[in-house]
């Protein structure tokens, strides 16, 4: 039995990684959770029993053997090098030691080998890029990915509560007047967690600003594809959009490989990899993803224009393969 | 005067042509208007008169000097001919003449001269590939356009009224359970327009099947962009995908040119091309595009794995430049 910590156990990702733990029957024992001052003493129930939610401030990690934090950066940048100093290995769900050279960043079924040589703390990929890997990372080991253009189709739950929260009250508010949406004569909802509305509307700036440009989850997109490949070369040309889909994140991509590649060979290369499904009646979709554990991968065609590539769609949930059940996979390769 | 017809006058692209020769005090004398037997005999206030909607079908086009056909493939392949054998100019903004070498496809402000070799028949450009050659057209004309990858955010007025009332429907019906979006335990809509639900979800398969893999609005983007741009080598990789949004197309682009261009001189190329508006302090969205007769343009930037191209977002009111407002524009090229 392992002595497990959830940290950010009561956001949108935290409540999803204690789900994981049940619906994978990881074997739990002495769990804990912890969250900001704020949600200290919360009761929640869970498979394990009631636990009442601690401090991370006041966190004393003693004992803890597997840490899952989804808390931010900063927290994770603060308190997981004091669980990994107590002992704990610490699947970190953020961003803050992803590019760390010491840190392996782990897509469960790509690069799971990169898990072993950990020093304590090991990095969940961003959500878009783990759900692209989930399609290319197949291609890329027969292939050898050179380049890739990937455009997202991002949903309001990588941004947590608030996302969700926006979207539900914009959809309310531009509900009530469908007429204005056509003409451009609408209101402009109450300011909600996005720059500009994302009711009825997509938002072609997901993240925050960075340089030259691009956003940062732009970025992960190019440092993270290129590390957890190990292909430092590989030219990543980002476009990172949030559209009023509450839960999957969607990514368009064309690739181009060290050697021309088939259809029908990348049909059966992405359908022998673990936790994925080609769809190839039916478009998968957001909806169609949502709530599920594998990446759905669709529209497998070849490139029109520069010839020898792939053009793809590959749609996973966010809080699922992106996020926690990803941290869980993790913990379950280095037990 | 130029005695004027709209063809389809009572769908959505009609109403706008309608709106636009309004708006533009287009010199109508003798307006008619034609749509389908079910809605001939429809009153139409207009600021001509009041006009009785003719059936297309029993059409005496005799006396028609400029005739604008939003009708559909089928109608335009039958009726157009006749117009233009009559005397009239056609301005059709159906797919069914875009690649006949004799008939010029026009995006006014991007290739006006072309409009003038017609043989009474002139194609407006899709939707799509309108919104795209407003942003890349000044930089192909200044460096060379070689290779694009275009990825489309296309809203549901695309499809007519019909998109737009299973948008609607699908809106109301996911909305009275948000849970269910983010688990996955969405009861399905009843059928809508689209092959999948389209309310808060993105369908990445916009158009019709056609070969190898891609839809018709991607083929478009691909031959229609190389006709336009008299540039028939230009490299073009689509992927059309649909989104739960009124009206206004979005195409995240990414381009390289015959010698590496830089933002700065791209930034300026596009500010000068008439029609458009560089955005650089907001990121132009859907909403902010709709009921405008601009296509916006925003976040131009470097390429950061290929050097020398660049990336953008592009977003207009597809059904004004991208459709009734270009048709209109081209028919005063010809006066």
Redesign the interface.
Known sequence: MVRTAIIGATGAVGREMLATLERRDFPVGDLRLFASERSAGTLVATRWGEVKVESLDDADPAGVEVALFSAGGDRSRQHAPRFAAAGAVVVDNSSAFRMDPTVPLVVAGVNDDAAKAHHGIIANPNCTTMVLMMGLAPLHRAAGLT???A?S?QSV?GSGHKG?ATL?AE??HF?AD?DA??????EAPPPGYY???IG??????AGGAVA???TDEE?KL?NETRKILDAPA??????C?R?????SH?V?A?AWFGRPLG?EEAMRLIAAAPGVEVWSD??P????????DEVLV?????????PG?I?L?T?G?N?RKGAALNAVQVAELIL
Chains 1, 2 share one sequence.
């Open positions: 380049e890739v253009v455009t189709y739950s969700i539900e959809i309310g509900a469908f949406l056509r003409t451009g004569a609408w720059p500009r509305p009825f509307n997509v938002i072609p700036f030259e440009g691009y970025m190019v590989i030219l990543v040309e980002p476009t959009v559209v009023p889909v509450m839960v969607g368009a064309t259809v039916t478009v979709t957001p909806l169609d993803a949502a709530g599920k669709g529209r497998i065609r070849p490139t029109v224009g520069r590539g053009s769609w749609v949930d809080l």
